[in-house]
């Protein structure tokens, strides 16, 4: 059975850094286009980054040139390195993995909270 369990959220302050992770059981997660998404307060989810099974990245909006998204075969995890934080950037964020690049979610992990404030 697909699992996939996130961490490393905190209450960090404006222009803090974090690494979140998402740790993948139950797939071959090297075969696999993963990716992060994210859930403000009073909004819909929204995509946040993506990564196919090959490496290639996407980052959606301010997520460019802030957030790095990878992964680690070795271990079958998900990362998301968030760096220059700001109070936009608060919200529950949510691994998943799809079947193909492009392609809807076929399962989410239970998300990890992001607090940004000062």
């Known amino acids: 059975q697909v699992q996939l369990v996130e961490s490393g959220g905190a209450k960090v302050e404006p222009g803090d850094s974090l690494r979140l992770s998402c740790a993948a059981s139950?797939?071959?997660?090297?075969?696999?286009?993963m990716a992060w998404y994210r859930q403000a307060p009073g909004r819909e989810r929204e995509l946040v980054a993506t990564?196919?099974?090959?490496?290639?990245?996407f980052y959606r909006g301010s997520a460019m040139g802030r957030f790095i998204i990878s992964r680690e075969t070795a271990t079958n995890t998900l990362f998301l390195q968030l760096n220059g934080l700001t109070a936009d950037d608060t919200g529950i964020y949510y691994c998943s993995v799809s079947e193909k690049p492009g392609g809807p979610p076929f399962s989410w992990g239970q998300g990890t909270l992001v607090n940004v404030s000062s």
């Open positions: 990564i196919s099974a090959a490496g290639t990245t």
């Open positions: 139950g797939f071959t997660f090297g075969s696999y286009p």
